[in-house]
């Protein structure tokens, strides 16, 4: 009985049929009334791969390398794309698959395909959909690697970038030229937690014929959607929230379907692609994002307000306090203000690295949202090479104070930077 079920190679149930190629549009989890269901929490944990024959509950991990072909002629119509079916786990494998459907699914997007890192998500993405000559138009406060890419390696293609402040997005068609592509936001950005209106970029995008990407990794889908505003591509950082427990690498890219089938096509010939192994983990990470990144933002929300209480304090970035320059607009595009809190301390430099040294159970390290509360000072650590005056530029002040707020209880997460502050 077990023998011929294994020779047959028959996946004994179809429920929660969700495994299509990235070139397809999705299928929604059924409830049991048979609807389908745009509930997240559902999605996260419903949307699953066909069952193999031996009726696993959960996702088995498919390790393997490669796939194989009933005869020449499966082979042929498979590699010509008349067949949905996976070929090589460089272009898609089950677990990667079901990842992608879950992100794409969150997101509302049509499409997608995962990354080995956020980075490779970037840089795949632009690559994919540029060509020499383009110009882009971007926030000012990018994570540090896509500044990177946008000021050292794409100029070597004369692909050019022109920021524009936080403060001066009201200004930003100015800085569109005839061959600007590309409209890019980070929202909250990474460190200066600046908060931009997905609203105001969606219609300025669609006016000007341009193709607009969205970092999404410090919200999550879950608090915030920028498809809804009109992005075309929405990026991630898995690493960050998606995983949630320090873990894996990942990154993923998804959105509409032309799109994202040039960003496949080149990741299928470069092989960024990401491992089984970590689909697989972050996939089961999905589950618990829901749950997650609530329990996160209710404790950042009680750090950032005792942050603003403290003395030895001058400044507090968090898009949900009223203080925020940009609360309303965060209040309109986000279910909840997420998990990072930046702060200025008194003292700059020395007073960022005094308070390092005397944090007792935070980490200090460069991850971010991992259930483990994490403390950086980018001053003195990765901005260190900028000068005053580029660091400002991109709201890095020498006091600045990065904290990612984990799921300890939160009073003990407030005791040691309490202590650390006193
Ligand atoms: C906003 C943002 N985008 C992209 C990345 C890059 O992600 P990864 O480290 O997975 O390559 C990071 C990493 O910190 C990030 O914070």
Redesign the pocket.
Known sequence: MLESRIKSQEPRSKTNLILKKCQKTYQQPATNNQQPTTNFETLAIRTQTERSQFDEHSTPLYLTSSFVFEDAEDMRASFAEEKDKNLYSRFSNPNVTEFIDKIALMEGAESGYAFA??????YSTFVALLNAGDHIVSCQS??G??HTLFTKYFPKWNIETTYFKAEDAQNVEKYIQPNTKILYL?TP??PAIEVLDLEFFGQIAKKHNLIFIV?N??ATPYLQKPIKYGADIV??????LIDGQGRV???VAVGKADLIREIYLFARNTGPAMSPFNAWILSKSLETLAIRVEKHCENAIKVAEFLESHPNVDLVKYPFLKSHTSYEIAKKQMKLGGNIVAFEIKGGIEGGRNFLNKIKMCSLS???GDTRTIVTHPASTTHSKLSDEERNEVGITAGLVRCSVGLENVDDIIADLKQALD
Do not use: P, Y
């Not at 990026?235 to 960050?240: G, I, L």
């Open positions: 890192t956020g980075m490779a998500a970037i990018v994570f690697s896509t980070e950005t990474n970092d990794c410090f990026v991630h950082s898995a690493t960050k690498l990942g990154g460069a991850n971010l």
